[in-house]
């Protein structure tokens, strides 16, 4: 693995790697409260094939986060995601997002006309249709910002591993699930905050009617037991033009750290084969 540090779209990233630059290039971008090492297994498994790249995204890890936070919109985000694979002259990747890091790899492909050979999209959503529902999560993400901020790193993630989405992560093996979260426990308050205020689920434009404008292969991965997400998944997979559906067993919402070995396999397969017809598993 190698680390990179650069500017872009005004702020300082820190990106990590795996594998060869000539080879192919995935992007992956990470969920809320992780950084880019939360892929290090997935990565490590496909970078004999491909090029890796896994930015820290705004607020997490190295990576600075929007300041001052109104002057950011979600969008801003994405043009300087966009602004980060220019400098790093990644051309045609295939890109994987996870989550928060779906809805930005989801916005990236539809906002910029730019090459992206495949699509990857984990436990993502489109976004809410009204416009009363998205002013109501931007106050709840505020409420939960604030929190984050004045009760500190611990107590937050404390909170946020006893939600719903999370029981089946907390099954797993405790050395692995202590060390997941020792990671995370060093995060910046404010960084969060930040990215709350600019990437949270109710900054995200709606977009489940623009996935019929997709031009590129899509596949979505949800887990069997990630029922609010996979119920999502299959609204969005109905629109998809070249859409594929694979639902991972035995996990949730938490595919990269619950099924690694079997994403990693599903990545592969979905990268190296030729475009195919739809397919729900």
Known sequence: MNTVRLEAGDLMWRIRTWGHPMRPAIVFLHGFTWDGAAWAPVAEALSDRFYCVAPDLPGHGATSWPEPTAEWSFDRVVDALLAVL?????????????????????????????????????????????PHDRSDRVRSDAELAQRLVSEGMEAFLDRWMALPLFETMRSLD?????????????????????????MGTGSQPYLLEALSGLPMPTMLVVGEHDQKFRAIAE???????????????????????????????????????????????
């Open 86 to 130: 220019v400098k790093l002259n990644l051309v045609a990747p295939h890109v994987v997002g996870y989550s928060m890091g779906g809805r930005l790899a989801l916005r990236l492909a539809l906002r910029h006309a730019i090459p992206m050979e495949r699509l990857v999209l984990i436990g993502a959503s489109a976004g809410l249709e009204h």
């Open 174 to 198: 405790p050395a692995l699930l202590a060390k997941l979260n020792a990671g995370r426990a060093n995060q910046h308050p404010g960084g969060l905050a930040a990215s709350l205020a600019t």
């Open 235 to 281: 609204q969005m997979y109905a629109r998809l033009p070249q859409g594929r559906l694979e639902v991972l067993p035995g996990c949730g919402h938490s595919i990269p750290f619950e099924r690694p070995e079997a994403l990693s396999a599903l990545l592969t397969t979905f990268f190296t084969e030729a475009p195919l017809a739809t397919s729900l598993t």
